[in-house]
């Protein structure tokens, strides 16, 4: 693709600010800021993966993961301010998470150890990552506010704090899930994931692309779990004083 196509492409954008506007949906600022910030921080990116990528060392790659975590966890703890610690929590989530399933791929040589595979899929696992962590802090608001006074019962009653949250925990882990699963089950039927959608233009043989996005669903699917469970009993405890009294949210 070259400059002119690239450039032709804002018509998309030209559409659909004309949309907003016509529709008085005043979203004329945040589709121009969203669309400046996608394009310059695309293009960084790409001139930061060719050299990664040229450079092929581990250190770099390392240091690549870990600015990828970290701008992660920071977007994720914007919807858990109220959380004590809640940034490291979510980084240490999210890292463990790449720990696990990265150690995995390349332990058993599922992938080769290359800068592009690794950096490549650490990308979705820790995007999806955060999109899970995003999900599980807004739904376990949303459930402590409405079921306070469920778990102050029940704490009075003599009931620990774990027994006083688990059920909202485990509504809040599932609710989190959801929006992952259902969206696997129509992949090939009413989309085409990205990954086999680049192979298939890159002119990679279409069976093999399946293969890869098989890969990728079970990962995804496997990593949205951990993070949701670990995320779960890390924040849990810090909800609570050491009187066992719930003071968040």
Known sequence: MNLTAIIFSFVFVIL???????????????????CIRATIQLFIVGYILKFVFG????????LMLLIM??????????????????????FLTIAVVEIITQGFLL????????????????GMIIGNSMIIANLFL?????????????IELVLSLGGSVKQSIFPILKQSIRASLIPTIEGQKTIGLVQLPGMMTGQIIAGADPIQAVKFQLLIVFLIMSAATLTAIILGFLIYPSLFNK??????F
């Open 138 to 150: 807004n739904r376990l608001k949303a459930e402590i506010e409405m079921r306070r006074e469920e």
């Open 107 to 122: 332990g058993l040589k599922i992938v080769p150890a290359e800068p592009q595979y690794i950096i490549s899929i650490s």
């Open 69 to 90: 975590i970290l701008v992660a966890a920071k977007n994720a703890a914007q919807r858990g301010k109220e959380i004590p610690y809640a940034f490291w929590k979510i």
């Open 243 to 248: 009187e066992q009294q719930l003071e968040v």
């Open 16 to 34: 659909a600010l004309f949309l907003s506007n016509a529709f008085r949906l005043g979203l004329g600022k945040d589709i121009i800021i969203t």
């Open 55 to 62: 450079f092929d060392h581990p250190f770099v790659i390392i």
